[in-house]
């Protein structure tokens, strides 16, 4: 049915006259006229019954008015709810986020910032190490992700960096490190290092792994944890030492202590945050753009 003579039917059964309702909707009378004609035609019923001191609904004229209003209702709710999709104010956004980021502030109030903006929008996060978000971005079942990525990032990425960082050395609050700290990473031959299984994040794993053989550092592992937040735990609990990034510091439990090293600043463990490119979700879109509008903040 064309909406439009819909509407112009309405208006002369509300207006209670040809003229009255051509003002209305602002078209001369006689195309008002044709546009009535023109809906009788189409649907072979008269809708009005036509006589010298004006125009009355027939029966089928009636059933059509109680009708019209919520059919035209339903037009307005539908196009509106597809303007808000294809404008990204609705939908859904799915985020990876690496276990030890989920706590960082500038992640947290981005967040809370897309909420405020888009509170329309369904926002799920999720947190997966960073081999995981890689996966899933390429297949599709996330959206985007903050993650560590390689050098050269895989064609069927756009990434943007949203903030820096490097690795710190984590012992246990009691170690002798804390009172004499090492100035070089290779000292640490020989302590007992927890660490993590490189099937969990083969990037990351392989990333620590080469920059240590070039500072002359080869981990006796003793003890392995799944994640950051895992190994921070067992440090607290006195297994051992790690070297993870700066960031865990905003999830670490009691009892780490954290010890910058100049040889490990150098190794860039910086975040980035990453999509498809063939991901034309206009809400992952109004993301976008709201991660690019934030800084990355200066190493420190």
């Not at 990876?96 to 799920?124: C, N």
């Not at 000292?187 to 070039?214: C, E, I, K, M, Q």
């Not at 980035?272 to 992952?284: G, M, Q």
Request: aromatic content about 8%; some cysteine.
């Amino acid at each position: 049915m064309d909406f439009r003579q819909l509407h112009y039917f309405v208006a002369v059964v509300e207006e209670g006259s040809l003229s009255a309702a051509s003002r209305k909707v602002h078209i001369a009378q006689p195309a008002l006229t044709r546009q009535i004609h023109a809906l009788e035609e189409k649907l072979q019923v008269s809708l009005f019954e036509r006589h010298t001191r004006g125009m009355t609904l027939t029966v089928a004229g009636q059933a059509l008015y109680e009708e019209a209003g919520k059919m035209l209702e339903n037009r307005e709710q539908v196009m509106a709810r597809i303007r808000a999709l294809g404008q990204g104010l609705t939908g859904k956004v799915t985020l990876g986020v690496t276990v030890s980021h989920l706590w960082v502030p500038d992640i947290r109030r981005l967040l809370a910032r897309f909420r405020d903006d888009y509170p329309q929008v369904a926002l799920e996060v999720y947190p997966l190490l960073s081999g995981p978000q890689g996966e899933r971005l390429k297949e599709g079942s996330i959206d985007a992700g903050f993650l560590y990525l390689e050098d050269r990032v895989p064609d069927f990425l756009q990434s943007h960096l949203f903030h820096r960082d490097h690795l710190v050395l984590a012992v246990p609050a009691d170690s002798p490190l804390v009172a004499s700290p090492p100035a070089r990473v290779r000292a640490l031959n020989g302590l007992d290092f927890v660490w993590g299984p490189r099937h969990s994040s083969p990037l990351y794993y392989d990333r620590l792994s080469a920059y240590f053989t070039r500072l002359g550092l080869v981990p006796r592992v003793v003890q392995q944890g799944a994640d950051n937040i895992t190994i921070l735990s067992l440090v607290a609990a006195g297994l051992g030492i790690s070297i993870v990034p700066g960031d865990c510091r905003w999830s670490s439990p009691p009892g780490v202590h954290f010890i910058d090293m100049a040889e490990l600043r150098e190794c860039d463990m910086s975040i980035h945050f990453a999509w498809n490119r063939h991901n034309h979700s206009p809400a992952l879109q109004n993301f976008i753009h709201i991660v690019r509008g934030s800084p990355a903040p200066a190493d420190g």
